[in-house]
């Protein structure tokens, strides 16, 4: 008999009629003599109407308040799923973040799991019945509602998994897992049966939003088998387990890119310790992400600083770059917004040489002309012009042969 | 330096505007230099949204998951209005009913309130903010959300009132107070400036639905000065209060009149002990409440029953009866869905003989014909045909010189 936590977001609880869908699905799970708890979303957008409705009243809504109106969105879809849930004869109960106690620190919006109870729901399960829990949302230590950010439910379904020991957490998106590229831009991209929990940050953060980055580390810390798979189509998905569990490793597991970035460089700087520092600590302070960071060899006692944001801060961030661009006395500052990311991923790449280089050849041969270069240990990326975008993946993804998963590493 | 509990309903924040008019007259309460509780249900229709979700997905939805949905409306609207009152600089935090504590029995969707705490809430008071709590709601013993049935915010407010020991509740509406009549049918009808507890329970009961009867009584047992006014228009609004604190007793505070009503009648059936019960039986069961009772006095050993009922369980009332008129072996079944209540209310009434003489005698000079009587101690109730509704109504406001407040007892 096996414990799964199962997660549905939004899309897949979007209306009634797929609120009925997903009780189907998870009564016939429980009738496979699983035991089974289910974390939900918020219905379709209502986070954002809700989020809609607080900007209305003002534009700076104290953080607490927002996590309590927030948090009313979830604690619909429980209410409206459990009763789907005994509408077919499954017995089920809901539980809000509250009433679980799924514990978290102060930070309201942004709030993380410190402490899961499962007295409740052991008890429930134990009882037969599906349980059915509110995600994005818990209390911290003073009982007031907080909420995890978007895309918490995923984390709230790696937490309880992981407190209840679950066998699987199972998240059901609108996707059928994890594809060796993007479907719409590959044809013969390959839905990938398993992948690493590394491979599965990297891949994530490129772009491929198919699960939050938090939960995957969250799986990855506690060693929670996940698996990602479709609430629409039936089929085994894609499992997320740790590098040991892994027989097979291969060399290339995905090819992903990311349209969301911008690029920013300074020009002509004095090469001194510190010069980073005084080019990104602003950007930091402004709450703006960066992504690639790449310095150039100096010449001439001068250096060049090019680094990478989300496009939403390309204004924000090219003004603040041009504010200490003066007292830096440096030459110039660039930016462009009509820039790509594409990364090859894959943990077999560690123990082998030449992928780098294999990778900047068969992009050479296309004329495509590299901007930006940076590696980690699973992960290569390159800097493109957008134009290049699905040329670019799909060059890649038929070098490493992808599409019929033939090398292994 | 007063501490007042100000309950707004669902029309008065009905949408966004209204609710930053609800944080204006909060705040100016505040800067008034009072500690202000505010209670609210849901926005506007909300509740009734959020119930015909649950329809659409099950005819029969489980208490407890209704509760856990329903909760959700004043669950936003707690939010919105503390985020309203931040963004006029005055200090404000929301509480849920399983935050506040207000704690019920384990009936779910018309739970009682057993007790509310109150420390987090006085904590609160004494910073300098204003504390907004979610109506309607409370948690029962094992920490399961409850709600208290329509109209529970009224008897929230009335509860937080009583466990704060506030100076006075405050009850927010969409009319001016209690009339001495319903302005819609006489026109002179006079603003009353105060009623007793039980003369409010009476109008209340007979259509007059300015407060939940729960709260009346609530207030009445706990000795909670309430006042009924205005959300729109400034104003005194009405008082009540306990009789004893009543300097002047007035001999009729108001004119009541109920048209939801309909009226049954089984005639000529046996005159033996029982009877009301064979034939009232089975509508207690059918929990179709019944509102007025008579019983005629036997003629050869033959009796008739007349009762009233709301007039939505007329059909299904007379079923019942139609089915226990054959084995009673009664002579006949009448029914008449087009009578209305009307009453006269006044705790003066006690003292003073003659005002049901006085009364018929009226009624009788406009040729209004009376179908059924009932009398309490501060309440005398006729049943007419509707046509007389207003006529009748006016002609008790006049005779017994409501507009004019001239007569005390």
Redesign the interface.
């Known amino acids: 008999m096996s414990l799964f936590v199962q997660k549905f977001g939004g899309t897949s609880i979007g209306d ?1 009629d797929r ?2 869908d997903v009780a189907a699905k998870v009564a016939t799970a429980r009738d496979s003599d699983h035991r089974i708890v289910v974390v939900v979303s918020a219905m379709g957008d209502e986070t954002d109407r ?1 989020a809609d ?2 900007g ?3 534009s ?3 953080p ?3 996590d ?2 927030l ?2 969105g979830e ?2 879809s ?3 799923l ?3 849930l ?2 077919l004869g499954c017995p ?3 539980y ?1 973040g ?2 679980v106690r799924i514990k978290t620190d102060d930070v309201h919006t942004k709030a993380r799991i410190t402490h899961v109870d499962c007295e ?1 729901v052991l008890k429930d399960l134990s009882n037969g019945k599906v349980v059915v829990v509110a995600g994005f949302q818990g209390l911290n230590e003073a ?3 907080t909420t995890l950010g978007r895309g918490g439910s995923d984390t709230s379904a790696v937490a309880l998994a992981a407190a209840l020991d679950a066998d699987e957490c199972q998240i059901f998106t609108d996707v059928a897992g994890v594809y060796t590229s993007d479907p719409r831009v590959v044809a013969d991209a390959r839905l990938l049966s398993v992948v690493t929990f590394e491979e599965m940050l990297e891949l994530s953060s490129l772009g491929t939003k198919v699960l939050q980055n938090r939960a995957v580390e969250f799986a990855s810390k506690y060693n929670v088998p996940l698996r990602v798979l479709s609430s629409f189509v039936d089929g085994e998905g894609t499992r997320i387990v740790s590098e040991e569990l892994l027989m097979e490793k291969p060399l290339i597991s995905g090819v992903a890119s990311n349209r969301d970035e911008a690029k920013i460089t300074i020009c002509g700087v004095p090469d001194k310790p510190g010069i980073a520092y005084r080019v990104l600590g602003p950007i930091a302070e402004a709450n703006i992400e960066v992504d690639m960071i790449v310095q150039n060899v100096s010449e001439d006692d001068k250096t060049d600083v090019t680094f990478t944001v989300h496009r939403n801060d390309f204004d924000a961030a090219m003004k603040l770059v041009e504010n200490v661009a003066g007292d830096m006395d440096a030459r110039s500052v660039s930016g462009d917004n009509r820039i790509v990311k594409i990364s090859l991923v894959g943990v077999g790449m560690r123990s082998h040489a030449g992928i780098a280089s294999r990778m900047f050849e068969a992009l050479a041969e296309e004329s495509i002309n590299i901007q930006m270069i940076s590696t980690s240990e699973i992960k290569i990326s390159v800097v493109v012009d957008e134009k290049y975008l699905e040329l670019g993946v799909r060059t890649l993804h038929a070098e490493f042969g992808l599409q019929d998963g033939a090398m292994q590493g």
């Open positions: 009634l609120i009925r809700l409705l607080a209305s009243i003002t700076t809504p104290s607490r308040e927002l309590v109106l948090s009313t604690q619909v429980i209410a409206l459990a009763m789907a005994e509408a089920a109960r809901s809000t509250t009433q409740r009982g007031d509602i």
